[in-house]
């Protein structure tokens, strides 16, 4: 695993305790904690990529991480195009994969 | 309450950006007797520099993650306690239209990117704007693999999140703005390879230390940084000056970068490249401001395309004010400043007197340090030497840098609009922010595409204009409100589904 969350117990800024959610990514469980953006859960389970781009079907992720680059789209209940680096995650959401850009 | 008065009436001020420098424009502005409206896309105050942990995880100790957290404390609290003072956050101002000598602001209110959210329509009788800058990355090889971030990124998700975007992690580009990035990495437990700054040891030793009674007088950023050196040196983190990330690797997210020595242009040195093994690289060359409502306003512009403010912080056009990085990279002591004196002068105070006066002596002291700095670490021409053939320019459309070199062959055009037509780069979703200043230097730079004179010249078209701010759902267009000078109590209350969540 690359990416991570810092684990609670461990983290010197002491968050308080964790929160646990669950989204479904591309139909697989994906687990985070009350208030971490989709970005947030996904880097923090270690998943650095969740789009593909149109033209070069290459992986995407987060680049600017503050809503300016549209890099992390992702779909979230249906809707397309929500930025995951900006978009708080909820208990159930279901993300889905996009394949190109809008 | 002192009732500042036009036309008989409370003026009434919209603040726009819940950095330091709108919260201290929001305070400033509510304490000379106007009301206020602070407006944010974010679910939080604080804006980039207080990016924090969300209400659901609050941090007992955050203010080990920031600097001058107890200042953030103190404006977010007098601020939602004001009682001329309406907070919105998850409000994003899509676009500014001018009309009979005014503003006005049209905002989406509610989750970003959601469906149905309630829209606004404010026409302030003075607007502050606050908007703040994103970093700005060079494209390099490989940049666009999964694994390469941009610094401010790596810097959001420590604060914001505590996610660390690697565990071995190179950290490069140009400026201070990578110390406290380094730091906020070391303190999600992630290993810092090495920082790589491309800046000259010369310059940066002048920038930093030629006049060191600045450097006493602005004892605030000087201690921070010494702050983050101190980090770097406790964690034996190797800072090298004169190096870039030249290219990253990797099948599928980034696996190694090369790192290169560059000369005083900031051209790789050839035979210095090296191999370094890391899974996330984080990047960035400098700021770029937000400048969309600015130019929406019909702001002037600066020589460096910062929007000219006076000494009031006063635009080019009335009733409008800024300050922060829109105004230029100065730090959050600056934007802090600046912010006190354009909310006085928005509400028609004093800005010869008081919190104001003294804010205005701040501010340029705290401008000279950081401008200084800054310009130590500016862009260099020779960048452009590690750029192949094959490299994306635009991440959006994923326009190579052979391909914008071919355009402009074929259509004998360096004018950045029609390159942009054909090639495609710049019209993705991201409006160019990503890309934009890059194309107009490739385009326009001496040693530019198609410019085999070295001569310079080319396209000085604004990349910068956006009507749009952001990609606006059609639904969201269907029955928009009647104007309003600020939002009643009521309406502001409606309006935050997910509440303020700082
Ligand atoms: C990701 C990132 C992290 C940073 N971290 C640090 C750091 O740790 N240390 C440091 O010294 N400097 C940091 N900086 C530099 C930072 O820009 C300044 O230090 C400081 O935050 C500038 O203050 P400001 O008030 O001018 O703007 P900002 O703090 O950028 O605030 C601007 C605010 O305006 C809002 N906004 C913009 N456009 C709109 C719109 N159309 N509608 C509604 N709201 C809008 C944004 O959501 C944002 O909250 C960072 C910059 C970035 C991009
Ligand atoms: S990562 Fe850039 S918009 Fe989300």
Known sequence: MTSYRVPAERDPARPAADRPLTIVVDGEPVAGTAGQTIAGVLLGAGRREWRTTAAGGAPRGVFCGIGVCFDCLVEVNGLRDVRACLRRAQEGDVVTRQGGTP | ?502
């Open chain 2, 1 to 502: 309450m002192r009732e500042v008065t036009r036309g008989g009436t409370t003026r009434d001020v919209v603040v726009v950006g819940a950095g330091p420098a709108g919260l201290a424009a929001a305070l400033a502005a509510a304490s000379a007797g106007a009301r206020v409206t602070l407006l944010d896309a974010a679910d939080g105050l604080g804006g980039q520099y207080w990016r924090h942990l969300p209400p659901e995880r609050p941090a007992g100790r955050e203010g080990l993650l920031h600097h001058k957290w107890a200042v953030f404390g103190e404006l977010a609290d007098t601020l939602r306690a004001h009682p001329a003072v309406t907070v919105l956050p998850t409000a994003q101002v899509w676009s500014l239209e001018r009309h009979d000598g005014g503003v006005r602001l049209n905002v989406l209110v509610g989750e970003p990117d959601g469906e149905g959210r309630e829209s606004l329509v404010l026409d302030p009788d003075a607007l502050v704007l606050a908007t703040g800058a994103h970093d700005r990355t060079l494209p390099f090889p490989g940049w666009q693999l999964p694994g390469v971030y941009s610094a401010g990124a790596a810097q959001a998700l420590a604060k914001g999140e505590r996610v660390a975007v690697g565990r071995r992690v190179v950290v490069a580009g140009a400026g201070p703005f990578l110390l406290p990035v380094a730091s906020s990495l070391l303190q999600t437990g992630a290993t810092v390879v090495g920082v790589h700054e491309a800046g000259r040891v010369g310059s940066l030793a002048r920038g930093w230390l030629n006049r060191p009674w600045e450097l006493a007088g602005a004892t605030g950023k000087a201690g921070e940084l010494a702050g983050y050196v101190s980090d770097l040196v406790r964690h034996r983190v190797p800072w090298r000056p004169r190096e870039a990330v030249v290219a990253a690797h990797g099948v599928g997210q980034v696996e190694a970068v090369t790192i290169a020595r560059l000369d005083d242009n900031w051209a790789p040195v050839a035979g210095t490249e090296r191999l370094v093994e890391a899974d996330a690289v984080c990047v960035s060359h400098g700021f770029t401001p937000r400048l969309e409502l600015a130019i929406a306003a019909g702001c002037d512009l600066s020589p460096g395309r910062f929007v000219r403010v006076d000494d009031r912080q006063a635009t080019s056009v009335p009733g409008v004010w800024a300050a922060g990085e829109i105004t230029g990279i100065g730090g959050a002591d600056a934007a802090l400043a600046e912010g006190t004196v354009a909310g006085t002068a928005a509400a028609g105070g004093d800005t010869g007197s008081g919190a104001a006066r003294t804010a205005g002596r701040a501010r340029s002291r705290a401008r000279g340090f950081a401008a200084r700095i800054e310009a130590a670490h500016g862009i260099r021409a020779g960048w452009t030497a590690w750029l192949r053939d094959d490299t994306v320019v635009c991440r959006c459309e994923e326009t190579t840098y052979g391909r914008v070199r071919e355009v402009v062959e074929l259509t004998g055009s360096r004018e950045a609009r029609s390159v942009k037509l054909t090639s495609r780069a710049g019209l993705g979703p991201c409006q160019a922010r990503m890309c934009g200043r890059t194309l107009q230097e490739l385009l326009a730079g001496p040693g530019a595409c198609g410019d085999a004179e070295g001569a310079g010249g080319g396209t000085t078209s604004t990349v910068d204009r956006r009507p749009l701010v952001v990609p606006v759902r059609l639904g969201d267009l269907a029955a928009l409100p009647a104007p309003r000078r600020s939002p009643s109590p009521l309406t502001a209350a409606e309006s935050q589904p997910g509440g303020d969540r700082t």
